[in-house]
T-cell receptor, first 113, second 112 residues
Framework: GQQLNQSPQSMFIQEGEDVSMNCTSS?????WLWYKQDPGEGPVLLIA?????ELTSNGRLTAQFGITRKDSFLNISASIPSDVGIYFC?????????????FGQGTELSVKP | EAGVAQSPRYKIIEKRQSVAFWCNPI?????LYWYQQILGQGPKLLIQ????????DSQLPKDRFSAERLKGVDSTLKIQPAKLEDSAVYLC??????????FGSGTRLTVV
């Protein structure tokens, strides 16, 4: 089945630094989403991208839907301790219109104050 | 608005036993999803309901897993009999449609 390759798997950064993570696939996706998951909780939607080339911001977060529709990246600027958590990319496969999402393996972010 | 409610939060069972999880979606959300999240991985869709009908259950291990959504509201996911590899967090999510998923906090299942 379709898979999303997310990198890096983990990041250890200093507070105030910028962070970048990305997601790639060998298949086309119609929609890209970025989620954050805190320990013991379900994922929470951060940003949704609906068309190729789209660049969207949500506060200190910026995400882009790749032109080829096979990749996306998420940037976090000026990281703060509450940014700690696991970030997942997710995509809607091109063959599926029903709401199913494919998730990446996650990027675990640690922020040192 | 109230979020997606799931229970129990934690469950420990022995292999070959049965277990059931319950989900109460956000009021008015027609679409309900069950995802399985194994430690260190992203969630994987098990089954999707639209009202009380199944839209996608292609990745549900139907020999041991079953799910129902009576009256198009609450849903239960059952595993019978459980295997060690079923140890995971089971996440329920609901949406009106589109990508406005809201996930519950999940049920953490440990099979020993």
């Amino acid at each position: 089945g379709q898979q999303l390759n997310q990198s890096p798997q983990s990041m250890f950064i200093q507070e105030g630094e910028d962070v970048s993570m990305n997601c790639t696939s060998s298949s086309i996706f119609n929609t890209w989403l970025w989620y954050k998951q805190d320990p013991g909780e379900g994922p929470v939607l951060l940003i949704a991208l609906y068309k190729a080339g789209e660049l969207t911001s949500n506060g200190r977060l910026t995400a882009q839907f790749g032109i080829t529709r096979k990749d996306s990246f998420l940037n976090i600027s000026a990281s703060i301790p509450s940014d700690v958590g696991i970030y997942f990319c997710a995509g809607q496969p091109s063959y599926n219109q029903g709401g199913k999402l494919i998730f990446g393996q996650g990027t675990e972010l640690s922020v040192k104050p | 608005e109230a979020g997606v409610a799931q229970s129990p939060r934690y469950k420990i069972i022995e292999k070959r036993q049965s277990v059931a999880f319950w989900c109460n979606p956000i009021s008015g959300h027609a679409t309900l999803y069950w995802y399985q999240q194994i430690l260190g991985q992203g969630p994987k869709l098990l089954i999707q309901f639209q009202n009380n009908g199944v839209v996608d259950d292609s990745q549900l291990p139907k020999d041991r897993f079953s799910a129902e959504r009576l009256k198009g509201v609450d849903s239960t996911l059952k595993i019978q009999p459980a295997k060690l590899e079923d140890s995971a967090v089971y996440l329920c999510a609901s949406s009106l449609g589109g990508w406005g998923y809201t996930f519950g906090s999940g049920t953490r299942l440990t099979v020993v």
